[in-house]
């Protein structure tokens, strides 16, 4: 498989997909559309971008090629690096094509441009559907007929007026009761709780034998926020393999856990002091991988 289609197969499960050296290709979700000139339906897709400031390497790509075709991370690295010589090359004469991503070309200010591939839908919930057009539906008014108003006045009988005033008695007569049943209510309560507070303030609490307090003296060790970073991986016993690898040459290695990508990140070292960090990642590029970078956590 080619470096782009290893890009490909990523865009389907990541947001930012970083060609170390190069740039990355960061997605955008956009939700369902239609297009009202032609009545085409579009569904929800993910846009591939380009950020050529995006050169950082984090170690997705190269964990990816190093576990499909079986090889180290410095390997698929070393891959990569050779892919993006060869398209830093061939770019200077015509178009660079990566298959099922887009296009690279430069313009009049020798800037990089990305055309993006719009015939793959790299959303997995959108699999399967497709934009269709749909026919224009024709509306058409409707007549409304107004109503007339007879202006003949009405004769109201008399047993309904008699009815209307016995109405009125009765329910006069059912809210004074409902308001003396209220107001009794109220009076009890009152007398009850009155009751209660004598009984409260009455009573005492008494504990003859108290517990002594114990006190603990607890030392918090405060986290190191300065990380020197030898990669990151997608499987965590390919991370444990690289810990145990650095502690065989007399590294401090450990694992820090997983970044906001997923995949578990693994240090030459922690410090607190960030000179110290400095000296630490001169050192590893200097005597073990140019790749190290370092990490900053901040706690609050």
Excluded at 17 to 45: E, Q
Excluded at 113 to 137: A, D, M, Q, R
Excluded at 198 to 212: D, M, N, R
């Amino acid at each position: 498989m080619t470096t782009a289609n290893y890009i490909k197969d990523l865009l389907y499960r990541y947001d930012c997909v970083i060609v170390p050296n190069f740039g990355g290709f960061v997605t955008n979700r956009i939700s369902a559309r239609i297009n009202t000139d032609s009545n085409t339906f579009y569904p929800p897709t993910k846009e591939v971008g380009f950020n050529s400031h995006l050169t950082h390497n984090d170690g997705l790509l190269a964990n990816y090629i190093a576990s499909v075709e079986n090889i180290s991370f410095e390997k698929a690295n070393a891959t990569i690096l050779e892919t993006v010589s060869e398209w830093n090359t061939a770019i200077k004469t015509e178009a660079v094509v990566l298959e099922n991503v887009g296009s690279f070309s430069l313009n009049e200010k020798n800037q990089l441009i990305f055309s993006p591939t719009n015939t793959i839908n790299y959303l997995t919930s959108s699999f399967g559907l497709t934009s269709f057009e749909s026919n224009e539906i024709a509306r058409t008014a409707e007549k409304v007929i107004p109503l007339v108003p007879v202006n003949q006045p009405r004769k109201t009988p008399v047993f309904i007026k008699y009815a209307a005033a016995a109405a009125v008695f009765l329910a006069f007569g059912y809210v004074g009761w409902t308001g003396y049943e209220n107001k009794q209510d109220q009076l009890n309560f009152a007398k009850d709780q009155k009751q209660l507070e004598q009984k409260i303030q009455t009573a005492t609490f008494v504990i003859e034998s108290p517990l002594a307090t114990i006190e603990l003296n607890v030392d918090k060790e405060l986290p190191k926020p300065y990380h020197v970073i030898a990669g990151a991986f997608q499987f965590t016993e390919n991370a444990e393999k690289k810990v145990n690898q650095l502690k065989a040459k007399g590294f401090k290695a450990i694992i820090l856990g997983k970044n906001k990508w997923g995949l578990t990140q693994v240090a030459y070292a922690s410090f607190y002091k960030k000179t110290d960090a400095f000296k630490s990642l001169a050192s590893v590029r200097k005597t073990d991988s140019r790749d190290a970078w370092l990490l900053v956590k901040k706690f609050d």
